[in-house]
């Protein structure tokens, strides 16, 4: 009789009131049309997820859909797969923790982080990120997280080596911790580091490199160790998200007209300085040059010849001598070219007659707008992550000078498939040069000269070359890192000196 009675009410309700019935009927039909729509999207994101680990060719068209739907447009995005799962952690008892200072300008602290790593991984270190130049010529203030993405340098090589930010609490000054500084041998091998290295973390937990710059050898290395080192260099430094977008702004606004020449024109202050060589300058710039040799202290050789220097082969080309070179090697007044470094040592003077012979002379400074490399002012290891992802994105590199930026470039290339990069002769050149500007040697003879001289020095496989005792004077690791460049290859086949001027270059 109650239960009667309730739904005679209930109908009476309904009969009385219909507008409150309906709406909380289409409330629900929404609500629940909402939430299987999300169940279906979270179950179809799972499905592809675990379509790209296991079978990443089977849905291949239907996924890359998905990609265009799922994901947010991303300039010059070169993938629309999702990244590879992160790799389990490495589990190991650590030995202690490794703290690094690297010195030096970019490219020289990227081969010392990527040292510091294998040694890490060597030793069984915990490894905390490295610390960046601060004190060199270059005063740059930036730390390592404002040049390298710090979150992937961690996570993408943790399965090899454990890193950290920072050291504990209880390894700080303010707990009165002292670590043990100190600075490897140059060019050391698998056994000083063990045998000399790794005891002194049994005693002191905490040991800090401050130096880093060529501590591990080029050669004589273990295979695994070798590989790592091109692991951390190749994938695990990345560049932070706002310089990898203004690196490729640059790339894609120099291949919008067509193809370019990167020229590392390494003719800068500090490398003149340094090196002593003064060629081309006048009386003025020589002394000045000369009085900044003597104000930094660990440049240690002070009086050079610069002549006797050039003539060795060990002056870099100034932009006099790159034209001619360019020019000699068959590049057309037409060619794009972008010169890849800082301020040019004697400015706009010095560079008319490159910018006279190739009109189509860039830089990001003409590139860019101004405020778009505001951030990046005062900061020239950012401001060199910019040219060296240009250089490395370029049809042709041809670096005026065999420093750190043009070894790690030619590496680079030659892991994206032996790219081709022009290394010039110099001891060969200035011979040329001179013969050619003093009337001995006319141009058709010049340039044929030249063009010979670099016919095997294109970028082309070849054998690392390898002298005992002598590591400064034989082939640098990540110039040439060929242990990692012949995956899936017959190595001996690729690298065969009868070969090597026979492979294909990419143009």
């Known amino acids: ?295 930094y202290p660990w440049w240690r050789e002070k009086e050079i010849v610069s002549e006797e220097r050039r003539q060795q082969g060990l002056c870099p080309l100034t932009p006099e001598e790159a034209t001619l070179i360019l020019q000699a090697l068959g590049f057309s007044k037409e060619t794009q070219i972008y010169i890849a470094s800082g301020e040019i040592y004697g400015s706009e003077r010095r560079l008319a007659p490159l910018k006279a012979a190739f009109p189509q002379i860039v830089k990001k400074e003409t590139l860019l707008d101004p405020a778009e490399l505001q951030h990046f002012q005062n900061h020239t290891s950012q401001m060199a992550a910019l040219d060296f992802m240009v250089s490395v994105a370029s049809n042709t590199f041809i670096p005026t000078y065999d420093g750190n930026m043009a070894k790690v470039v030619e590496g680079h290339r030659r892991y994206l498939g032996f790219r081709k990069s022009i290394l010039p002769d110099r001891k060969k050149l200035v011979e040329l040069l001179d013969l050619h500007q003093n009337g001995t040697l006319p141009w058709d003879d010049f340039a044929l000269a030249v063009r010979q001289a670099h016919e095997k020095r294109m970028g082309q496989p070849f054998h690392r070359r390898a002298i005992q005792d002598k590591p400064k004077e034989e082939d640098y690791f990540y110039a040439n890192p060929q242990e990692c460049l012949c995956e899936g290859t017959d190595c001996e086949d690729l690298l065969a000196p009868g070969k090597s001027s026979q492979a294909t270059m990419t143009e």
């Open 1 to 295: 009789m109650e239960d009667r009675s309730e739904n005679n009410i209930q109908q009476v309700r309904s009969d009385k009131f219909p507008s409150q019935v309906i709406p909380r009927t289409r409330l629900q039909v929404w609500f629940f049309r909402v939430c299987s729509t999300i169940f279906l999207w979270t179950c179809l994101v799972h499905i592809v997820a675990v379509d790209e680990l296991w079978h990443p060719r089977l849905l291949t068209g239907f996924t890359t859909r998905i990609s265009w739907i799922t994901r947010p447009s991303l300039h010059l995005q070169h993938s629309f797969h999702a990244p590879p799962p992160l790799a389990p952690p490495r589990k190991y008892t650590s030995n202690g923790f490794l703290k690094v200072s690297c010195n030096g300008g970019l490219n020289q602290m990227r081969a010392a982080i990527c040292d510091m790593v294998s040694v890490a991984r060597l030793l069984n270190l915990t490894l905390v990120v490295p610390e960046l130049d601060k004190k060199s010529f270059w005063a740059d203030p930036s730390d390592f997280e404002d040049i390298f993405n710090v979150r992937h340098f961690i996570d993408s090589l943790r399965d090899e080596v454990h890193i950290i930010k920072r050291l504990p609490k209880r390894f700080s000054r303010k707990y009165g911790f002292e670590a043990f500084k100190m600075h490897p041998v140059s060019w050391s091998n698998e056994k000083y580091y063990l045998e000399q290295i790794l005891p002194l973390f049994s005693k002191h937990k905490v040991v800090h490199f401050n130096r880093t710059d060529t501590r591990l050898a080029n050669n004589g290395i273990p295979l695994d160790l070798q590989k790592l080192r091109c692991r951390v260099n190749f994938q695990g430094l990345k560049f932070t998200p706002q310089i990898e977008k203004l690196g490729h702004k640059l790339v894609r606004i120099l291949q919008e007209k067509g193809p370019f020449v990167a020229l590392h024109l390494r003719y800068e202050m500090d490398m003149l300085a340094f090196s002593g060589c003064t060629h081309g300058c006048t009386v003025e710039e020589a002394e000045e040059l000369k009085r900044l040799r003597y104000a």
